[in-house]
């Protein structure tokens, strides 16, 4: 097999980069609204549960060349965009929380392009079943 397209590279570090704001997020949102309503054990284990599906998505993506996960991964970010986004509809302050969310939600985006760039649909096409 030969090597990676620069672009899955780069999808594969925009991912992992994506993953670590989200938890970064994530527990700030936990500490400062849920703490008092959601166990933290189900929130850690829900949190875990969705970036084991983002790691299963990204290597079968990169590694195998899959894509049922590179569209089930642009379906699932599609359809979870709209929260990154919902700081800019609101009229209160631009917080720590809202500032993160949109760098997730860029991040996310812009790896999810990287998918359907001409050399990366070269080497999904050249993939030997």
């Known amino acids: 097999m030969e090597g990676l397209p620069p672009s899955i590279r780069l999808f594969e570090r925009l991912q992992v980069s994506a993953l670590v704001v989200g938890w970064a997020n994530a527990s700030l949102t936990y500490r400062d609204v849920l703490h008092d309503r959601v166990n933290p054990f189900l929130f850690a284990a829900a949190l875990s549960a969705l970036s084991a599906l983002v790691f ?8 195998r060349r899959s894509t049922t996960c590179k569209w089930i991964l642009i379906v699932l970010s599609a359809a979870g965009i709209a929260p990154w986004f919902t700081p800019l509809r609101h009229d209160g302050a631009f917080g720590l929380h809202s500032a993160l969310s949109l760098v997730q939600g860029t991040l996310q985006f812009g790896s999810c392009a990287l998918l359907i760039a001409g050399d990366s649909r070269a080497w999904f096409a050249s993939r030997e079943d």
């Open 56 to 63: 299963v998505l990204v290597a079968g993506i990169s590694r």
